[in-house]
């Protein structure tokens, strides 16, 4: 009997499920023979759930190993059309679980694809494993031609200035240690992603014997990020004598438990919090003791609390230095400021996302989710000092007429909150025009935050990840981006719709990359030229781009356009149904251009300001 005649069945196929797409057949005798195979199993170990990938031959010892050797089962591979959205689909599915998933890239092209997803994911703080090759290293065993030019002395120095540890290990056995060293460290806070070089010699060399099995759970210790007990009593002592404190909550995570800490510290000391759309939510927007409502920039009621402050406690808050500064006008603030963050690790020469100096009277290198329970239990049930408003929360955003005209910002929200009602959401991205005031948050899963380093194209990708992490939750994935994202990420739709991963995309579409001729305008002004010519080089039109079919053209369901807000209602309602049945599905709203008003005065200074 020939082997083939001995294959076993392949899986039973759900449409439903991720892990039931793409199954192979089995054979029934695979054992770990190569050094390929060694990695896999490391994968699986690490207990790597997914690893999405771009097919590349410098990585095909490993492909074989993920598919025959262990059966394209955990880590199960989710093929994506680039390597950018491999990345970014790893950076989304952190956002929500807060751990690594994997994704692979061919050689140093692979890698080129895949550097703005991995800046991205640098500057979110995001934890992922990025795996690479090349090679073979040595030369006698290259092909000619192809595997020379995909062949670099030093493929980690690409982006060494914006991963937390790369490395480009030379044997099965290194590459185990190296593997586990790279989980360990993305998923250490402060959190990143990592890159981990095979060489494709090493991939397909024969082991010469077993290696011993090891539990890859020694050599993952937990690092404390905790405060000692003089720290705590310290910054105690602080808060209880502050009058008027001010917390910034910043990079958190998604635990509920940490949510609660911070709510509880707030009320207990009648502090006012502060929260940033940059970053996942922090604190329940529609509590009295959130003030205003929350942006990629302060809004003046933000930094007006900020400024009568005499103590502020940043919980590893964005930006700290541009923030006081705008506050106190650029001057000292006159508060004590307490900055509970472990970010400097990360700091390097290369990068200035660790943005500028700020003026701190305590730094305690501390995860800020660890401190805040820390202080929970020290104020105890110590009576608050916040009035009984406390239980009265914010009312809901303000209702806006859907009237046949033109479509704005606030329309698109209105309609999206009136067509999804009670269901249990969570806005995986947000575009630049957005007001925090049109949607409250009330839970950790309820925003996930920006991009990070405004890498533009990510929106999709970190969405279907993100999405990826919810599908077995009871949340409905909602990205709303603008239509530059969209038509430059469109591809990783596809990804989801493949892997029948629900998602709800909304394309905020005002047909330009408008960011850009906010900044046209300014400069035409600032030399006394006409700013009517802003437009030129940035307009999407003539021909307009069919966002829908575009959509459709990756599998998923797509509506619209959608032109006036008497329309929204019926196509929202139509794709929140169909993306709560499972779809994909994706609706181009024609929106009018037009920002908050911190946007645009942050926009409209002589310099600075973000990208498209």
């Known amino acids: 009997m020939s082997k083939s005649d001995n294959i076993l069945r392949k899986r039973e196929i759900s449409p439903d499920r991720v892990a039931d797409i793409e199954n192979p057949v089995i054979w029934p005798d695979v054992s770990v023979r190569f050094g390929s195979d060694v990695v896999a199993e490391t994968l699986r170990d ?5 690893i999405a990938i771009n097919p590349g031959a410098s990585f095909r010892g490993l492909h074989d190993s993920l598919v025959n050797l262990l059966g394209n089962e955990r880590p199960k591979m989710l093929l994506c059309l680039h390597e950018e959205h491999a990345v ?14 994997g994704a692979a890239v061919h050689s140093n092209v692979g890698l080129f694809h895949a550097t703005m997803a991995m800046f991205n994911a640098w500057c979110d703080r995001m934890p992922v494993m990025v795996i690479g090759a090349t090679g073979p290293v040595d030369a006698a065993h290259r092909r000619p031609w192809i595997e020379w030019i995909h062949t670099a002395r030093d493929q980690g120095a690409i982006v060494r200035g914006y991963t937390k540890w790369d ?5 099965p056995k290194a590459a185990r240690e190296s593997l586990m060293r790279a989980s360990w460290l993305s998923n250490t806070s402060p959190k990143g992603p990592v890159y981990v070089n095979l060489d494709a010699g090493m991939q397909e060399q024969t082991l010469s014997e077993p290696l011993e099995p090891i539990d890859v759970n020694r050599y993952r210790p937990a690092v404390s990020a905790a ?38 510290l707030a009320e207990a000391l009648g502090a006012k919090v502060v929260t940033d759309l940059k970053v996942g939510a922090a604190f329940p927007t529609n509590h009295p003791l959130h003030v205003a409502s929350p942006g990629i920039y302060a809004v003046p009621a933000a930094l007006a609390a900020i400024a009568e402050a005499d103590v502020i406690l940043s919980l ?3 930006d700290l230095a541009g923030t006081l500064g705008a506050a106190y006008g650029g001057k000292a603030p006159t508060a004590s400021v307490v900055h509970i963050s472990q970010d400097h690790v990360l700091h390097n020469g290369w990068s200035m996302d660790h943005q500028g100096l700020p003026p ?32 009265a929360r914010k009312p809901a955003p303000k209702a806006v007429e859907l009237g046949h005209h033109p479509i704005r910002m606030e329309h698109l929200a209105h309609a999206l909150r009136e067509a999804v009602g009670d269901r249990k959401t969570s806005l995986t991205h947000l575009p630049l025009g957005w007001d925090g005031a049109f949607w409250h948050f009330s839970d950790p899963l309820d925003f996930l935050g920006s991009d990070g380093g405004g890498g533009i194209g990510g929106g999709p990708g970190i969405s279907v990840g993100a999405a990826l992490a ?81 959509a459709r053209a990756q599998g998923a369901r797509g509506i619209g356009p959608v032109c006036f807000a008497d329309e929204l209602l019926a196509a929202f309602r139509e794709a929140v149904e169909a993306t709560a049945a499972g779809e994909v599905v994706v609706v181009d709203v024609r929106t009018e251009p037009g920002y908050t008003p911190a946007m645009v005065a942050s926009l409209t200074k002589p310099t600075g300001g973000e990208g498209k």
């Open 88 to 101: 970014a689909i790893a950076h989304g599915y952190a956002k929500v679980t807060g751990t690594a998933m």
């Open 360 to 391: 701190v009277d305590l730094l305690l290198a501390a995860d800020p989710d660890e401190v805040a329970e820390e202080l929970t239990e020290a104020v105890g049930g110590r009576e608050s000092r916040t009035t009984d408003a406390v239980f």
């Open 46 to 50: 690490l207990d790597i759930p997914y």
């Open 470 to 550: 919810l599908k077995e939750s009871d949340r409905l994935p909602i990205c709303i981006g603008g239509d530059g994202d969209f038509v430059m990420g469109v591809q990783a739709v596809w990804t989801a719709a493949h892997y029948r991963i629900p998602l709800l995309t909304i394309v905020a579409n005002n047909q330009s990359f408008y960011n850009d001729e906010v900044h046209q305008e300014r400069v035409a002004k600032m030399r006394d030229r006409p700013p009517e010519n802003k437009w030129i080089g940035q307009r999407m039109s003539d021909p307009e781009i069919d966002i829908a079919a575009l």
């Open 316 to 318: 590893d808050w964005v």
């Open 167 to 171: 490395d480009q290990p030379a044997s």
């Open 227 to 264: 405060i000692s007990a003089a720290q705590l009593a310290e910054l105690h002592e602080i808060l209880e004598n502050a009058e008027k404190p001010v917390i910034l909550a910043g990079r958190v995570s998604r635990s509920r438990k940490a949510w609660d800490a911070r709510v509880h």
